[in-house]
């Protein structure tokens, strides 16, 4: 890693640029060692002048809310890369179309939607993570995914040049699409539709009793740990898991919620082998059961 370069840069930069960066506070999972690098760019400009120096010569992970993030206990080798505040406008267009930049928390933009009385985005408000996350995975939960409301991308590649990507050109799939994974997404536009205010605050209350029913909450885990099958069984992964592994195995730390079975929990100081002998011992014994291969949801990161 060029840290001299980086720490001439740092003293040009008008973002923060950190060095041996502690990452366990920076995801839901609460686990993690630290990254060589850890740069905050105030604007796209700062952004731009990062990426032209170092988007070709240094290893970096683009980190946004960290809601569905495994990173391991020695850390980073790299630049660890977190869009601030000046990247989380939200801002309303003509024909109820809205544009979140990608620090945005998805469900900001839900109930932006709702007091301008534009449906079709209440989804958002039951997913915990950024927009950018939200895009690189195709998140989605109840029935609606990014691919069926979004318009267009704007992201810079490793050259720092900027790119408006229109939704009909990317091949989204289940939790995933075809988006390079060295493009930083800075932005999204979404189409809407005109809907009463009441009638769409009434959607996003009934999604959120649903997941608060169903899922835990305020306790530190990465959200869904596995993808559901998406072929072979007409079963949902938590079903899969409950009929292959008792409730109560953990591995130090790292348990299954007892409310949701595809959630894993991080019960106090679980470090990244506990959960990563959590997640293959579960793999393992779905395989064993049904014969069905698990794929992971979460991102393991270092």
């Known amino acids: 890693m060029q840290i001299d370069n980086l720490k001439k840069f740092s003293e040009q930069s008008i973002g923060k640029l950190f060095f041996d960066y502690d990452l366990k506070k920076t995801n839901w999972f609460n686990i993690g060692g630290k990254a060589k690098a850890f740069f905050k760019p105030e604007n796209l400009n ?5 990426i032209k120096n170092f988007g070709k010569k240094e290893k970096i992970f683009i980190l946004g809310l960290g809601s569905n993030i495994l990173i391991k206990d020695k850390g980073y080798d790299g630049v660890v890369v977190k869009l601030g505040k000046n990247f989380s406008n939200i ?7 809205i544009i979140a930049g990608s620090s945005t928390m998805d469900k900001k933009v839900a109930e932006f939607a709702s007091e301008n009385s534009v449906g079709g985005l209440e989804f958002l408000s039951c997913i915990p993570g950024s927009i950018g996350g939200g895009i690189r995975m195709n998140s989605g939960c109840y029935g609606t995914e990014f691919k069926d409301v979004l318009l267009s991308v704007q992201a810079i590649d490793r050259t720092g040049k900027v790119l408006t990507i229109p939704s009909s050109s990317i091949n989204f799939k289940y939790r995933t699409n075809d988006l390079s994974k060295d493009l930083i997404f800075l932005s999204a536009s979404f189409k809407g539709e005109h809907k009463d205010k009441n009638i769409v ?6 999604l959120k ?14 959200g869904s740990t596995f993808k559901n099958p998406t072929n072979n069984t007409n079963k949902k992964v938590w079903e899969l898991i409950r009929a292959s592994v008792p409730e109560s195995t953990s591995f130090g730390d790292a348990t299954i919620s007892t409310k949701h079975s595809n959630f894993f929990v991080n019960k106090n100081n679980a470090t990244f082998n506990d959960m990563k002998k959590l997640i293959d011992h579960v793999k393992d014994k779905v395989k064993e059961k049904t014969g069905i291969n698990l794929d992971l949801e979460i991102e393991i990161v270092g």
């Not at 605050?201 to 009934?206: A, L, P, Q, R, T």
């Open 46 to 50: 700062d952004l731009v002048n990062f």
């Open 201 to 206: 605050k009434k959607n996003i209350e009934i």
């Open 91 to 97: 801002s309303l267009l003509p024909n109820k179309t």
């Open 209 to 222: 009793a649903k997941k608060e029913e169903t899922q835990p909450m305020r306790v530190k885990t990465g």
